[in-house]
């Protein structure tokens, strides 16, 4: 999850910093998950002059190689400091420790915050007033035939015309008469990218954000 939502930021963000909890270059799944972005940057980031450069060194340089090169790091830097994360404007963690280890003082004091980890990653109680804390997102029923739509149920405490987003893409690719099965096997960022858009064309939208557990 966390490798496709990189590469659906490196299309717009100015700098990316990569952050991994064990040594970087040492490791096989690190190496191939830089070059998978590296490779996807040669071809979607919004520079000409950052694409041309990957393009013209991906097949000839090592993955390290080209992260440290002087131009590449002006839009992307790996680290496994999480002191790093102070400079970073919007964090977004999604690691499997069993136990909440970010905290706040760590943080830049107005970042945003996306805890993608299951449990969370950071410490909700250490975060400062300034800083914004984001679980999910809460999505916006379409209206359909003028008229709201409502999921009644006492487990699923939303308000009228609320869903949440896992069940709202189910909703939308059934509304659509979607047919495939991109709900099996890895995520990659083409199932993300026809996802998004035919929930926006069903009319479904992002209404709020979401800061404690779905239940």
Request: with cysteine.
């Amino acid at each position: 999850i966390m490798s496709v939502i990189t590469k659906v930021l490196s299309k717009k963000a100015k700098h990316l910093t990569l952050i991994f909890n064990h040594s970087i270059w040492d490791i096989k799944k690190n190496v191939t998950v830089i070059a998978d972005l590296l490779q996807f940057m040669s071809k979607f980031h919004p520079e000409k002059e950052v694409r041309s450069f990957l393009s013209d060194n991906i097949d000839n340089a090592s993955p390290k190689e080209i992260v440290q090169n002087p131009l590449v790091q002006n839009f992307i830097k790996v680290d496994t400091k999480l002191n790093t994360m102070s400079y970073c404007d919007v964090v977004l963690s999604g690691t499997n420790a069993t136990e909440a280890f970010i905290e706040g003082f760590q943080l830049n004091p107005n970042v945003i915050a996306v805890d993608l980890a299951v449990p969370p990653n950071i410490k909700v109680d250490s975060l400062w007033s300034t800083q914004t804390y984001i679980k999910g997102g809460i999505i916006q029923l379409p209206v359909i035939d003028g008229k709201e739509q409502v999921l009644d149920s006492a487990i699923f405490p939303l308000k009228a015309g609320e869903s949440y987003a896992c069940m709202a893409e189910t909703m939308g690719l059934a509304l659509h008469n979607y047919k495939g099965s991109h709900l099996i096997g890895d995520i990659d960022i083409e199932s993300v990218d026809s996802v998004n858009s035919i929930l926006k064309l069903q009319g479904f939208q992002l209404k709020r954000i979401k800061i404690i557990d779905s239940v």
